[in-house]
């Protein structure tokens, strides 16, 4: 079993920053393509950032040049730096993972951009 822990989630101005945190317990080993989804309340989830099994990055168009994923492996955690973030990227954020074809999530943590 692999646990995802999120934090970092809360609520920020516009154009203000967060970081977002998930760090993996339990049986890591071999897992892979861990990134970032979220959900906005009548919305679909949807792809924000990842990892590839190859090591590189996609990233949704609408967060391209304002959010970075990155990863500490020796910390088993994986990050989502959040910037000029816009009234749009409300939404509960997931961490996500593979182990081989067995996907993992994190239980979410909320993000809420409002003056």
């Known amino acids: 079993q692999v646990q995802l822990v999120e934090s970092g989630g809360d609520l920020v101005q516009p154009g203000g920053s967060l970081r977002l945190s998930c760090t993996a317990s339990g049986s890591i080993l071999r897992i892979n393509a861990m990134g970032w989804y979220r959900q906005a309340p009548g919305k679909e989830r949807e792809l924000v950032a990842t990892?590839?099994?190859?090591?590189?990055?996609n990233y949704a168009d609408s967060v391209k040049g304002r959010f970075t994923i990155s990863r500490d492996n020796a910390k088993n955690t994986v990050y989502l730096q959040m910037n000029s973030l816009k009234p749009e990227d409300t939404a509960v954020y997931y961490c996500?993972?593979?182990?081989?074809?067995?996907?993992?999530w994190g239980q979410g943590t909320q993000v809420t951009v409002s003056s």
């Open positions: 996500n993972g593979f182990k081989g074809l067995t996907p993992y």
């Open positions: 990892f590839t099994s190859g090591g590189s990055t």
